[in-house]
C-alpha cells in the first residue's frame, strides 16, 4: 500500500508537472512570438515587461516552489561546514566511490560551471535554508525521484545615474526544462533566453540575434563514481568562477558576459576536496565563421570545510581565422566567521593572425574581441544573516584603451523561496569617471 500511494503520488506530481510546463512555454513562446514582426512590437500584445514577468511568476508560484538560480562563490564558501545543506541531517557516509559532497558549483546546479537552473541538490538548498523565510521542508534529494523538473527566471533591472537619468528595462527571462528519463545518470536540457536592451520596455525577440534571443541544449552523463560527467552543450563557456553580476569587470572584458555562448564536449568531476573541468570549444554558433575561436579550457581546485578555504586555477587557449587569446586566473577564499573574502586575478592576452589568403573572405577586418588586459577582483561580504549578504567589491582593470579602478557596494536579500533583490552601487575612477546604482528584481521557480 504505501508503495502504491507513492506511486499516485508521483504521478499527480507529473501530471500537474506537465501542465505547468505547457502552460509556461506557451506564455514564454507566445509572448516572445507576438512582439517579433521584423524586431518591431505587434500592437495586438500590448504586454510590458513588468506585467510579464510578474504574471509568469505569479503562475509559477501558484503551480510550483521557488528555487534560486543565482549563482555566487560567495553561497559555496557560506556553505563550507553546513553538511545539513544538501540533504537531511543526521545521515550516515555512503561508500567513497558514491560520495558526491562538494563544495564547487557542481553541487547545486545543473551546469557544472554555475548559474541557471539549480538541480535536486541546489533545490533542497534553495527551500530550506537560502531565504529568510522558509515555507516547508523539501524532499531529500536521494529521494527525489522526479524524472523531471521546470524552471522559469525572470529579471528586471533599474538604472540611476549620478546626474539622476533614471531607466528600468528587461534583463532577461529565461524558461528551462530539464527531463531525466531513467532518473539517475541521464540528462536532457533546453533552455530559452529572451534578453533586454537598455531603452526596452518588452522584450523584442528576434530569431538570429542572440543578443535578443538564445535556444541552449544539453546532454549530461552524471552522478558517476566520484560524481564525475561527461556532457555535450551548446551554451557559456566554461571558465573561472562565474559571478551573479555579469557586468563584473572580471567576467564582461574577458567576453564572458551573459551573451556569450559556444558548443562544446565537456568532462569533469568533484571527488570532495578537490573539482575539476576541461572542456573543448567549436567557437560561437552565431558568429561568423571567421570570428569563432576554437579551442580548450580548464578549470580546476579544492574547497576546504576548514575555515571555508579555496583556492582555484583556470586556463584558456582558443584561435579564430583572426585572432589567437590565451589567457589565465588564479583565485582564492576564505571564510572567517560570518565573513566572506575572496579574490581572483585574470591575464588574458590578445594576438592578431597574419592570414592573408583567409582574409578575402572576412567580412570585416575587426579582431571583434575584447584586448589583453589584466583584471583584478576583491571582495568582502557579511553572510551571518540568513537570506542576506552584503559587502563590497573592489576591481582593477588594465588594458589598451583603459586603466580604471570600481569600488561597489552590494546587498543581496531572499525574503523567500521565489523572490530576491539585488543593489549594487558603484563607483569608477581612473580612465572613464562614472557613479550608478543598479537594482534588480528577481524572480524564480523550480519544480
Request: proline fraction near 6%.
Amino acid at each position: 500500500m504505501p508503495q502504491k500511494k507513492a506511486a499516485i503520488n508521483s504521478a499527480k506530481i507529473g501530471v500537474r508537472r506537465a501542465k505547468v510546463l505547457l502552460w509556461c512555454m506557451e506564455i514564454h513562446f507566445v509572448f516572445s512570438e507576438s512582439i517579433t514582426n521584423q524586431g518591431l512590437p505587434l500592437p495586438t500584445r500590448p504586454v510590458t515587461t513588468w506585467a510579464y514577468t510578474w504574471v509568469v511568476s505569479a503562475l509559477m508560484l501558484f503551480l510550483g516552489h521557488g528555487g534560486s538560480a543565482h549563482a555566487t562563490p560567495l553561497i559555496a564558501l557560506r556553505e563550507a561546514n553546513n553538511c545539513g545543506g544538501c540533504h537531511l541531517p543526521g545521515r550516515g557516509q555512503r561508500p567513497v566511490l558514491d560520495r558526491r559532497c562538494t563544495l564547487d558549483c557542481q553541487g547545486c546546479h545543473i551546469d557544472p560551471a554555475g548559474a541557471g537552473p539549480r538541480n535536486q541538490w541546489g533545490y533542497y538548498y534553495a527551500q530550506d535554508q537560502l531565504s529568510s523565510v522558509n515555507f516547508f521542508k523539501p524532499i531529500d534529494p536521494l529521494q527525489d525521484d522526479s524524472r523531471f523538473d521546470i524552471h522559469y527566471d525572470g529579471r528586471v533591472i533599474q538604472q540611476q545615474l549620478d546626474h539622476d537619468q533614471q531607466r528600468t528595462y528587461p534583463m532577461s527571462s529565461e524558461l528551462t526544462l530539464r527531463v531525466r528519463p531513467f532518473v539517475s545518470y541521464v540528462n536532457l536540457i533546453y533552455q530559452a533566453m529572451l534578453f533586454g536592451r537598455v531603452g526596452d520596455q518588452s522584450f523584442r525577440a528576434v530569431r538570429g540575434d542572440h543578443r535578443r534571443m538564445q535556444e541552449k541544449f544539453a546532454l549530461m552523463i552524471d552522478n558517476l563514481p566520484m560524481d564525475t560527467y561527461v556532457r555535450a552543450y551548446r551554451g557559456e563557456p566554461m571558465y573561472g568562477l562565474r559571478r551573479p553580476n555579469h557586468s563584473l569587470w572580471i567576467r564582461e572584458r574577458i567576453g564572458l558576459g551573459q551573451f556569450a555562448l559556444t558548443d562544446a564536449v565537456e568532462v569533469g568531476g568533484t571527488p570532495n576536496v578537490p573539482f575539476m573541468r576541461a572542456s573543448y570549444m567549436h567557437g560561437d554558433p552565431y558568429a561568423l565563421r571567421e570570428d569563432r575561436q576554437v579551442g580548450t579550457s580548464a578549470h580546476g581546485g579544492m574547497r576546504g570545510v576548514s575555515y571555508g578555504w579555496h583556492v582555484n586555477g583556470s586556463a584558456w587557449q582558443t584561435q579564430s581565422e583572426k585572432a589567437k587569446i590565451g589567457m589565465r586566473a588564479l583565485g582564492a577564499g576564505l571564510k572567517p566567521g560570518p565573513f566572506v573574502l575572496m579574490a581572483e586575478r585574470n591575464w588574458r592576452s590578445v594576438t592578431a593572425l597574419n592570414n592573408p589568403q583567409a582574409q578575402a573572405s572576412w567580412h570585416s577586418p575587426d579582431l571583434n574581441v575584447w584586448p589583453s588586459s589584466e583584471i583584478s577582483e576583491y571582495t568582502a561580504a557579511f553572510t551571518g544573516l540568513t537570506g542576506f549578504m552584503g559587502g563590497a567589491v573592489f576591481e582593477e582593470l588594465h588594458d589598451a584603451s583603459r586603466d580604471s579602478l570600481r569600488r561597489s557596494a552590494f546587498i543581496d536579500f531572499h525574503p523567500i523561496p521565489f523572490l530576491q533583490f539585488e543593489i549594487w552601487r558603484r563607483y569608477e575612477s581612473g580612465t572613464r569617471h562614472l557613479i550608478d546604482t543598479l537594482a534588480v528584481a528577481h524572480l524564480y521557480a523550480d519544480f
